[in-house]
């Protein structure tokens, strides 16, 4: 099973590469859109997935990333405005992680989800009480195939992140914080800081899509940066795909990637309620999501069904 989702995965990120080849403007923008969210959703699952936290300050790290390039993109070479960018992200996610991953269960959702609108709130008072006005354009000379390409480059990566944490240390610890985190720490896991360490990379990885896809939108405000929707997207693509394996998610993206599509383009006005719709069907009919739902069908009969191992095995 973990082969051939593999397979699947690289066969669909060769396609999606050569797409801006083809010269059509839809389906590279189309394209962008999947790794956009394969990027979220990966790096959303390989922390929420393996310990059971629910993080909802996804789009609070891709709308300070998307910011970053709206104030340095005119001022700085682009790798060097990725690198602030990425210096920015690894500032906020310590804040953040040291103050929240003391948190569990409701008390860190809720905390996420008020983050995010913390965050929006504070860059709408600085861009009308101290810059003058509310949004930015974005001018930087990178094209649609080179936003693909790097975003790309930046979903392998997560991927080989993801693949090297199941089998090392760190994420062996990782998962026995998400079996039972009191009795982690008893076993002398640093669980604060294992939390923290794999928190800060992938909210890093967020924090880059966000620099990375900013030049796409060429104008910039706190509404389309700090969407609240994107966080809940990214969580019902992860949890549709099987959150609790570190390629699951991006399992997850492309048929939900397709269906928003079609749904903003027929139901614009009905869109925040269909999603919601989805997410109940997922949650009730796939509550281990499409990695869960084939490994039960494949599994040999007679054989007894246990809860996948996040890391990559089964227990």
């Given at each position: 099973m973990k082969g051939v989702a593999i397979?699947?995965?690289?066969?669909?990120?060769?396609?999606?590469?050569?797409?801006?080849?083809?010269?059509?403007?839809?389906?590279?923008?189309?394209?962008?859109?999947?790794?956009?969210?394969?990027?979220?959703?990966t790096a959303w699952g390989l922390f929420c997935g393996t310990t059971g936290y629910v993080s909802l300050a996804t789009v609070a790290f891709f709308g300070t990333g998307a910011y970053t390039v709206a104030v340095l993109a005119e001022r700085l070479p682009w790798a060097l405005v990725l690198l602030t960018a990425a210096a920015v992200g690894i500032v906020l996610a310590l804040l953040v992680g040291l103050v929240t991953l003391r948190l569990a269960g409701t008390y860190f959702v809720v905390f996420t989800f008020g983050l995010t609108e913390l965050i929006r709130q504070v860059v709408n008072w600085y861009e009308?009480?101290?810059?003058?006005?509310?949004?930015?354009?974005?001018?930087?000379?990178?094209?649609?195939?080179?936003?693909?390409?790097?975003?790309?480059?930046?979903?392998?990566?997560?991927?080989?992140?993801?693949?090297?944490?199941?089998?090392?240390?760190?994420?062996?610890?990782?998962?026995?914080?998400?079996?039972?985190?009191?009795?982690?720490?008893?076993?002398?896991?640093?669980?604060?800081?294992?939390?923290?360490?794999?928190?800060?990379?992938?909210?890093?990885?967020?924090?880059?899509?966000?620099?990375?896809v900013a030049p796409r939108w060429t104008y910039i405000d706190p509404a389309i940066a700090f969407n609240p929707v994107i966080s809940f997207q990214v969580v019902i693509m992860a949890l549709l795909g099987g959150a609790a394996r570190f390629w699951g998610p991006a399992l997850g993206v492309v048929p939900l990637v397709l269906l928003f599509e079609m749904l903003v383009r027929s139901f614009p006005n009905h869109f925040p309620i269909v999603l919601g719709i989805v997410f109940l069907v997922i949650v009730y009919a796939l509550p281990r999501g499409i990695v869960g739902l084939v490994e039960t069908l494949t599994a040999p009969r007679g054989s007894t069904t246990t809860a996948p191992d996040r890391g990559g095995t089964t227990r």
């Open positions: 397979a699947v995965l690289i066969g669909i990120g060769i396609g999606i590469g050569a797409v801006p080849l083809l010269g059509n403007d839809y389906l590279t923008s189309l394209a962008i859109n999947l790794l956009l969210f394969g990027c979220l959703a009308g009480r101290i810059a003058g006005s509310i949004g930015r354009y974005v001018f930087v000379d990178v094209t649609p195939a080179g936003i693909l390409w790097q975003l790309l480059g930046l979903l392998t990566a997560l991927l080989l992140f993801g693949g090297w944490l199941a089998r090392s240390r760190l994420g062996f610890a990782l998962r026995l914080i998400g079996e039972d985190e009191t009795a982690a720490r008893h076993c002398g896991v640093a669980t604060t800081r294992v939390k923290l360490v794999v928190f800060t990379v992938t909210s890093v990885a967020m924090v880059l899509v966000g620099a990375i």
